[in-house]
T-cell receptor, first 115, second 117 residues
Framework: GAVVSQHPSRVICKSGTSVKIECRSL??????MFWYRQFPKQSLMLMAT?????????EQGVEKDKFLINHASLTLSTLTVTSAHPEDSSFYIC???????????FGPGTRLTVL | AQTVTQSQPEMSVQEAETVTLSCTYD???????LFWYKQPPSRQMILVIR??????QNATENRFSVNFQKAAKSFSLKISDSQLGDAAMYFC??????????????FGKGITLSVRP
């Protein structure tokens, strides 16, 4: 099956710093990538949808200046949490889908802890 | 807007037994996709099974099968011969067939399944 990787798997940073999370589709071209946030024992909350070469579309309530998403190629998307604060601590998951496919494949997630 | 409801937060099953996880959804669309995803303690989301709404036949994948009732807007997952590795959180999800590549998944709240040895 299709594989999506994320890096790093865990990151701890100080308040006020920025953190970049990478999401890669390893064996397929991801025309669309999705970024989710998940709190413990809860469902996935969609943050934004991105298409290669286009600006991301953010869900209502998600600050686009705080969560910068770049989808520069068909295999790579990045999420940058700018000026991170403790309330940004969460589990971030990316997902990818290729054109014509109805199935999304998920990365293993990144646990962000902001001190 | 579409909604997905998983009303049971937790379920437990004895190893080797069968368990059914419930899911209902609300939509005005006639063409869509339904999914069950598994999230084990590692938190890696794994696709368990998918169903296309225009197909009347229920999808099956080895020990996993669904009971898709389109008129009732119900999409339950049956796990047969439960194994310890089936213990996980299970999410039911809906995706519209329109909207193309940007069509989003709508998830239910999830259900935590435990398997008793």
């Amino acid at each position: 099956g299709a594989v999506v990787s994320q890096h790093p798997s865990r990151v701890i940073c100080k308040s006020g710093t920025s953190v970049k999370i990478e999401c890669r589709s390893l064996d397929f071209q991801a025309t669309t990538m999705f970024w989710y946030r998940q709190f413990p024992k809860q469902s996935l909350m969609l943050m934004a949808t991105s298409n290669e070469g286009s600006k991301a579309t953010y869900e209502q309530g998600v600050e686009k200046d705080k969560f910068l998403i770049n989808h520069a190629s068909l295999t790579l998307s990045t999420l940058t949490v700018t000026s991170a604060h403790p309330e940004d601590s969460s589990f971030y998951i990316c997902s990818a889908r290729t054109l014509g496919s109805d199935t999304q494949y998920f990365g293993p997630g990144t646990r962000l802890t902001v001190l | 807007a579409q909604t997905v409801t998983q009303s049971q937060p937790e379920m437990s099953v004895q190893e080797a037994e069968t368990v059914t996880l419930s899911c209902t959804y609300d939509t005005s669309e006639s063409d869509y996709y339904l999914f069950w995803y598994k999230q084990p303690p590692s938190r890696q989301m794994i696709l368990v099974i998918r169903q296309e709404a225009y197909k009347q036949q229920n999808a099956t994948e080895n020990r996993f099968s669904v009971n898709f009732q389109k008129a009732a807007k119900s999409f339950s997952l049956k796990i047969s011969d439960s194994q310890l590795g089936d213990a996980a959180m299970y999410f039911c999800a809906y995706r519209s067939a329109i909207g193309g590549a940007n069509s989003k998944l709508t998830f239910g709240k999830g259900i935590t399944l435990s398997v008793r040895p």
